[in-house]
């Protein structure tokens, strides 16, 4: 039928190419659709063991007291207790030397949603850290240790000191 004329055969090209530019057209909408879905998630989320997710940081250098009673010290970080409740153990990936295991051991009214505080000895390089995006893998959320994954901890053997620390 399309050997026929010429004017059948254009016809029949510019449906084909209007159907493949509807299917195309489609597919980006899907796509996109499905990439805002999954931002949307993935900010909306709450932490559960084994969760990576992106928080904002900052670091802090004084305090006498946290909100969990202890003096801050390294290791030490401050979050919305909502998301990350007080004793829970994150681990955060960021540029050396602040990549690294943390507690949760304080809260504060500035700190909400994802965000996290991060004790620094030096109020030198507290200021010199700034505000940056950090990926924050919850390895336990509160004090239960029922709350924690085993899949993130390090297979090596940890010093005596580090260990009771994840506990």
Sequence with gaps: MLSRSGWQKIVATALAALAFVALYQVTIFDSRYAAR??????STALPAPGARLRFSATAYCQG????SGVSPRTGVAAADPV???????IQVLAEAPYSG???????????????????MWSCTEALRFG???VEVTVIRLGWNPRDST????PSHPLPLGELERLR
């Design 37 to 42: 879905q999954a931002v949307l998630r993935e």
């Design 64 to 67: 006498a007291v946290t909100a």
């Design 83 to 89: 998301l990350l409740p007080v004793g829970s153990v």
């Design 101 to 119: 295991i943390y507690t949760i051991m304080d809260t504060g009214p500035m700190i909400q949603g994802r965000h996290i505080d991060i004790y």
């Design 131 to 133: 505000r940056r995006s």
């Design 150 to 153: 085993t899949d993130l901890l």
